[in-house]
Structure formats: structure tokens, C-alpha cells
């Protein structure tokens, strides 16, 4: 059942917030998209913008230092993804100490996919921290970070159940985490059952929805797949037959997002994740849609 009781779009007339995912660039090619991705979205003021930690821990160094040029060089709040991959306990709470050092007040705690890649058996390093809980405690004890976790709506592949799934949600929040990023789907009604769920069980953090715009369907769907994020067959059929034609495929994209993004602040929905693939466009658009970013027009409005 889902609850009747959630405020409307328009009782609920304040702006809604949101945040942006982006992942550290490979080169300088990219780097320069992501800095001008940062520079488009930044006026959208979002709460916080994350970045990324690769599989394994591969991007460590990557993500340290865009982390640092955010906090050197923008106004906006980095939060940092870090994993339980690839290191020790003692190194990665060598990088917690020192992102703290750095002004650094935000971290996106995961365990992370195993070594072998996602679907291959998850075993935890000697002397690495066993999973994403023992994580936000072994974060929590260093300084009071503000700690977001995971969430899956459709439960992670490597759950029996979503009960079970919910009962490591509730590990995180015990051992200190804040609030849960979801991973993406397009099935509201899933996310407001496991909302339902969620809160069942006395748990009354924030579980943001994460919102993808498309930016490629079909390496989404194979990314989906392996994440178990279900591509319904009504989204499949409106990029059917658009392989060759980018600009409708990218139109449908935001209208896609939009819709869902809207349809979630209808049911009283205020906050939103963006995982922005480090592209501006889209995001930007769907923000405006949702009344973000208006500030230079309502100023000179204003007189
Ligand atoms: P957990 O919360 O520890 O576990 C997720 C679920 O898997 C649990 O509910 C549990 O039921 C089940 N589970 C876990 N371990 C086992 C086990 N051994 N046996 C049975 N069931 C188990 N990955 C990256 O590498 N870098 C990132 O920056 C990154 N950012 C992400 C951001 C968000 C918002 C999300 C949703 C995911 C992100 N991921 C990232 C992916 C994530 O690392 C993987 O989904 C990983 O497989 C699980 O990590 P977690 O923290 O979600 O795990």
C-alpha cells in the first residue's frame, strides 16, 4: 500500500533540493568537461556534489584531487565517495583524517563491488573494513562527518531479500550514516513501497531518491542489469529506433527524467540525487525545470 498521507506539490511550495554526482576525470580532455559541467551546475546551489571512488579504489588519487580543487576553487560542498576496496583499514582512515584536515565534512560511504567486478563473489580484503557499516563506524570515529549511504530500492543483486537488504540499511544508520542515496530506477511506485519499508522499521533517515538521466539507453540497460535496476518496457520502446539520432535521444531523456523527478514531487518528494555522468545539460534543464537556478532572472525582476 502506498501511504495517502504525503503533502502535495503544492502544500509543499518551498524549492526542492538537490545534489550531483560526478566521477573523477581519466584526462585532460575530461577533466575540462567536468570543470565545465561544475561550472554550469553550480549555480543550481545544490547541497552538496559528490565524486565518485573507482571499483577497487582505483580512482583514489583522482577523486582526492578534485575533491580539493571543489573546496579550493568553488563555493560548493564536495562529499567524498570511499569504499572498503583495495586498502587497508589504516589507509583509508589515513585518507579520512586527511580529508577532515582539508575541510572536508561530507563522505559517501560504500563497500564497494568486489575486486573481480560486479557479480563476482564479494570477500573482504585482510585488515579491510567488511562491509559498508563497519565503514561509516570506522568514519564515524574519526570526526563527525556527515555520512550518506546506499539504498536499493529493488534490492542489491547480492541480497536474498529486501528484508534482508533493509537490515544492512539498518547497520549503516546504527554505526552513524545520515541519509541513503538511492541507486537509479524509474519505477516511482517501487521506491515509495520501499519507502514504506523502510520506515516500517523505524527508520526515519533520509532515503534521497537517485535520479539518471539517460545519457546512452543501451549502456545504461547493461549497467542496469548488472545493478538490478528494472528498464521498464515503456521506456525501452521511447528510445527505440534513436540510435543514430542523439538529439531526440537527449530530448526524451530529460522528458523522462522530468516526468519522474515531477511525479516524485507531486507525492511530496523535496530532495533529489542526480547522477549527472559528468554532463551538465540535462541536469541543468530538469533544475529549471523544478524552479533551481531562477535567481539572475527573479533579481533582475526585482529591479
Ligand atoms: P552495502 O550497503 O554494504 O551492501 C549492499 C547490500 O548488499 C546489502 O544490503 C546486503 O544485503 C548485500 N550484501 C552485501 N555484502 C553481502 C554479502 N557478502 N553477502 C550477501 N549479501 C551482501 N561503488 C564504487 O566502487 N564507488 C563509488 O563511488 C560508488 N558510489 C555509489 C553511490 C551510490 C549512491 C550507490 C547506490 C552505489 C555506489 N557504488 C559505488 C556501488 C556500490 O559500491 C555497490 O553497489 C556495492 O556492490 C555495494 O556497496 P554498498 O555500500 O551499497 O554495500
Do not use: K, Q, W
Given at each position: 500500500m502506498l501511504s495517502e498521507n504525503r503533502p502535495s506539490r503544492k502544500q509543499n511550495s518551498a524549492l526542492p533540493k538537490v545534489s550531483f554526482e560526478f566521477f573523477p576525470p581519466k584526462n585532460d580532455i575530461m577533466e575540462k568537461g567536468l570543470w565545465s559541467s561544475i561550472e554550469r551546475l553550480?549555480?543550481?546551489?545544490?547541497?552538496f556534489v559528490s565524486v565518485t571512488y573507482g571499483a577497487?579504489?582505483?580512482?583514489r588519487e583522482r577523486t582526492h584531487a578534485t575533491v580539493e580543487r571543489l573546496l579550493d576553487e568553488t563555493p560548493l560542498v564536495p562529499a567524498a565517495h570511499l569504499t572498503c576496496?583495495?586498502?587497508?583499514r589504516g589507509e583509508v582512515d589515513e585518507i579520512v583524517a586527511n580529508y577532515w584536515q582539508m575541510g572536508v565534512r561530507n563522505i559517501v560511504a560504500l563497500r564497494g563491488d568486489p575486486q573481480g567486478g560486479m557479480g563476482t563473489a564479494y570477500a573482504p580484503e585482510p585488515?579491510?573494513?567488511?562491509?559498508a557499516a563497519d565503514l561509516v563506524s570506522g568514519i564515524s570515529r574519526i570526526a563527525d562527518f556527515d555520512i550518506s549511504v546506499s539504498a536499493y530500492p529493488e534490492k542489491h543483486?547480492?541480497?536474498?531479500?529486501i528484508d534482508a537488504d533493509i537490515d544492512m540499511l539498518q547497520a549503516k544508520v546504527d554505526a552513524g550514516a545520515h541519509r541513503a542515496i538511492t541507486q537509479f530506477?524509474?519505477?516511482n511506485d517501487v521506491y515509495f513501497r520501499y519507502l514504506d519499508r523502510v520506515q516500517a522499521r523505524g527508520l526515519d533517515i533520509p532515503i534521497i531518491p537517485g535520479i539518471l538521466p539517460i545519457v546512452h539507453f543501451g549502456r545504461m540497460s547493461s549497467f542496469a542489469e548488472k545493478c538490478g535496476t528494472s528498464v521498464p518496457t515503456w521506456l525501452a520502446e521511447r528510445f527505440?529506433?534513436?540510435?543514430?539520432?542523439p538529439e531526440t535521444r537527449q530530448l526524451i531523456a530529460v522528458a523522462v527524467a522530468a516526468e519522474q523527478v515531477i511525479d516524485l514531487l507531486d507525492r511530496g518528494v523535496d530532495t533529489f540525487h542526480f547522477y549527472t555522468m559528468n554532463k551538465a545539460d540535462m541536469v541543468y534543464a530538469i533544475c529549471r525545470l523544478l524552479g533551481l537556478g531562477r535567481g539572475s532572472v527573479e533579481a533582475a525582476a526585482q529591479g
Open positions: 553550480a549555480p543550481i546551489s545544490p547541497t577497487g579504489g582505483t580512482t576496496v583495495g586498502a587497508p585488515g579491510a573494513y567488511v562491509n543483486p547480492e541480497s536474498a531479500t530506477f524509474f519505477d527505440d529506433g534513436l540510435d543514430d539520432d
